[in-house]
């Protein structure tokens, strides 16, 4: 018959002291952790505020679906009839850019003026 060898270290055969021992330096570590934890400074703000950022402009006549999404009011949809319509003939004005997107709110048409280029 075979036996298994006995491992140089066994849970269930530490002494009293030595399972104390143990048991306080885990204690130690958890303690140290939540501390830490709690203690920790607040993450610094960003260095750069979107406010100050330049606005990004969209030139109607060259922009693709997602830069024309970007825009309020302009959904995937609106960009494609948008690419379509100015096949045909450049958009010149933002009646134009409303019409060749089936409609665009004048709500929205303000918001997105400072963004909006035509010249090609």
Not at 2 to 13: C, G, I, N, S, V
Not at 20 to 38: E, K, R
Not at 87 to 111: C, F
Request: hydrophobic content about 45%.
């Amino acid at each position: 018959m075979q036996t298994t060898p006995e491992p140089a270290f066994a849970w269930y055969q530490l002494q009293g002291r030595e399972a104390a021992l143990l048991l306080a330096t885990a204690c130690l570590l958890i303690g140290l952790s939540g501390a830490v934890f709690l203690t920790r400074d607040e993450p610094a703000p960003p260095a750069a505020k979107s406010a100050d950022m330049p606005p990004a402009m969209v030139h109607v006549n060259r922009a693709g679906v997602a830069e024309l999404s970007s825009l309020p009011g302009i959904g995937t949809r609106k960009a494609e009839r948008i690419i379509e319509a100015r096949k045909a003939a450049p958009i010149r004005s933002m009646d134009e850019l409303a019409r060749a997107a089936g409609g665009i709110p004048q709500a929205s048409r303000e918001r997105m003026a400072p963004f909006v280029r035509f010249e090609d």
